[in-house]
């Protein structure tokens, strides 16, 4: 079994920046890939940023240039730099992890989800 644990998000006025993070623990042979994905009221789950085990990366087109996703292999962590914040950013924020286990099947994980408010 796989647990992510999300932390450092929060709220920000606009133009703030934020940096959460997103770790893996548990039974772990590999990561393949790590993302966040996000969810505002009334909406539904969109992807916000992927990144792949050879550190390839894809963004929403609505984040592109604003936020950075990286990851720490050694530590299993993904992170999240979102700069230029505003109020259409505000939403649950989502770890999404695709885990190569013990057994060599990968299998998709997601955390409990951080909230991310934008307000003046």
């Known amino acids: 079994q796989v647990q992510l644990m999300e932390s450092g998000a929060g709220a920000v006025q606009p133009g703030g920046s934020l940096r959460p993070s997103c770790t893996a623990s548990?039974?772990?042979?590999?990561?393949?890939?790590m993302g966040w994905y996000r969810q505002a009221p009334g909406k539904e789950r969109e992807l916000v940023a992927v990144?792949?085990?050879?550190?390839?990366?894809n963004y929403a087109a609505s984040v592109k240039g604003r936020f950075t996703i990286s990851r720490d292999n050694d530590k299993n962590t993904a992170y999240l730099q979102m700069n230029s914040l505003n109020p259409e950013d505000t939403a649950v924020y989502y770890c999404?992890?695709?885990?190569?286990?013990?057994?060599?099947?990968?299998?998709?994980?997601w955390g409990q989800g951080t909230q991310v408010t934008v307000s003046s």
């Open positions: 999404n992890a695709v885990v190569v286990g013990s057994n060599l099947t990968p299998r998709s994980y």
């Open positions: 548990g039974s772990i042979f590999m990561i393949n890939v």
């Open positions: 990144i792949n085990s050879d550190d390839s990366t």
